[in-house]
Nanobody, 121 residues
């Protein structure tokens, strides 16, 4: 059984930083890439950033570019999201997810439980 376990969320003041981690486990885990999504209250879930396991190629949604950095450790099967210069509008539940699709916006078939990020003004 595949599991994605996130950690690292919390409360931070605007301008602060947080680092999220997402560890994948399971003998059947097979993935082309990983994504970080977020969902704020009353809003739809959105893809924030994604990375390919093999090449390290990345995608960033425009509002987080230059503030967020996604990285991966292929040996540990872990993906990280470094979030700097956080803004109140970054407040959301953040989810990591795994995809076997070559498209950034393709189907993500495994999801973590989510971790709350709250940015106070």
């Amino acid at each position: 059984q595949v599991q994605l376990v996130e950690s690292g969320g919390g409360l931070v003041q605007a301008g602060g930083s947080l680092r999220l981690s997402c560890a994948a486990s399971g003998r059947t885990f097979s993935s082309y890439g990983m994504g970080w999504f977020r969902q704020a209250p009353g809003k739809e879930r959105e893809l924030v950033t994604a990375i390919r396991w093999s090449t390290g190629r990345t995608y960033y949604e425009h509002s987080v570019k230059d503030r967020f950095t996604i990285s991966r450790d292929n040996v540990k099967k872990t993906v990280y999201l470094q979030m700097n210069n956080l803004k109140p509008e970054d407040t959301a539940v953040y989810y990591c997810a795994s995809t076997r699709d070559s498209s950034w916006y393709g189907e993500y078939d495994y999801w973590g439980q989510g971790t709350q990020v709250t940015v106070s003004s």
